[in-house]
């Protein structure tokens, strides 16, 4: 039976939810506030049509708790946020411009509270709408020009899947390493060119035969049709479209050594932890490997813009992986488990 909204509410260990309904469209608001120990929370907006309405808060708010993890693995002064737009359908130029400014009137009146960015569904023209009557927008400078995202989550996910490689088979080179991507957007396509040019044997697949077919023949990749993704024999498997593609139903069926993607909220459910672990699949923390996009615009908003530097820390994204897989191995835990225990006890101590 699905959750209604009230159960929802009662059950999140969130601070607060702020919910607004935009009436000229129909759209409801949801912004999450999952944790401020660290610093106001800051997360990205996701603008998505929701079969049940309980659905687009129930994403907001385990996105939300994502965004806190995020934060405190990174170890920056930022809370875990998020924002969900439940549209009822398509929205015309006018209408959208609309829902995204009274939208982002309700994030000003909040007086920094809660900040926020591109994700799924929003793009760099609704940041700069954002922008017109809010400050708590990252990735748009005073010359309403962005950045795009995607690019620095890329990176993070290539230092995550580096250290993934040396854990599991002794070496973080990608020559010769099977690695299938899953969803070529955003983060998916930047994602399968610095693969490509790291010497990767790559395997694409997204809902969009053509645009499988352009960025294979682009990169002399393998097209894998969507329905066959986790049958598909690979080393490195990077879901980075949906989260939530990790659960009971998928996990039996694939056939890789490794979880390394971009996607939010990968699991299902905790317990699908344990099983990828009982496979024998290392699975490297989607808020841990998907870090890079997030931390480069806060590092940014907060002055550094030399890419050299930011592309350091991205790496080190390798790092912190590499710790949490070989806490993992020893103690004969699944990653994920771990590394919620990490986050834990960084918030414990402030």
Not at 65 to 79: C, D, I, N, P, S
Not at 156 to 176: E, I, K, N, W
Not at 322 to 350: F, M, W, Y
Request: glycine content about 12%.
């Amino acid at each position: 039976m699905p959750e209604s909204i009230e159960q929802l509410i009662r059950d999140w260990d969130g601070l607060a939810v702020v919910t607004r309904y935009h009436e000229p469209t129909g759209a409801w608001i949801f912004i999450a506030l999952h944790d401020a120990t660290l610093g106001s929370p800051c997360g990205g907006t996701r603008l998505k049509h929701y079969a049940e309405l309980a659905d687009g808060l129930r994403d907001a708010m385990r996105l939300a708790r994502g965004m806190t993890y995020k934060w405190a693995t990174l170890k920056f002064k930022q809370g875990g946020g998020k924002a969900v737009l439940a549209v009822p359908g398509a929205l015309d130029d006018m209408a959208r411009r609309e829902l995204l400014l009274d939208y982002g009137r309700l994030i000003e009146s909040l007086r920094g509270a809660f900040s926020t960015g591109r994700d799924l569904g929003t793009t760099d023209d609704d940041m700069r709408v954002l922008s017109e009557v809010t400050s708590y927008v990252h990735g748009v400078d005073e010359n309403k020009e962005t950045r795009d995202p995607g690019p620095y989550t890329a990176r993070g996910v290539v230092a995550a899947m580096r250290a993934t490689l040396g854990v599991a088979f002794g070496s973080d080179s990608f020559t010769g390493s099977s690695v299938l991507v899953q969803g070529l957007g955003g983060v998916g396509a930047p994602l399968a060119r610095r693969l490509a040019k790291e010497g990767a044997v790559l395997l694409l697949s997204d809902i969009d035969e053509e645009r499988v077919a352009e960025l294979a023949g682009e990169l002399g990749a393998t097209s894998v049709p969507a329905g066959d993704v986790y049958e598909t024999k690979c080393d490195v498997y990077a879901p980075c479209a949906l989260g939530e593609t990790l659960n009971a139903e998928t996990i039996p069926r694939l056939r890789c050594r490794a979880v390394v993607g971009s996607a939010n909220s990968q699991l299902g459910e905790d317990d699908d932890a344990d099983r990828l672990h009982e496979r024998g699949i290392l699975y490297a923390p989607d808020f841990i490997a998907n870090g890079g996009g997030a931390l480069a615009f806060a590092l940014i908003n907060s002055g550094m813009t030399d890419e050299g530097k930011l592309g350091l820390r991205l790496d080190a994204i390798a790092d912190t992986v590499s710790q949490v897989l070989t806490r993992a191995i020893t103690e004969n835990r699944s990653p994920h488990h771990v590394a919620v225990d990490r986050v834990a006890a960084i918030l414990k101590a402030g």
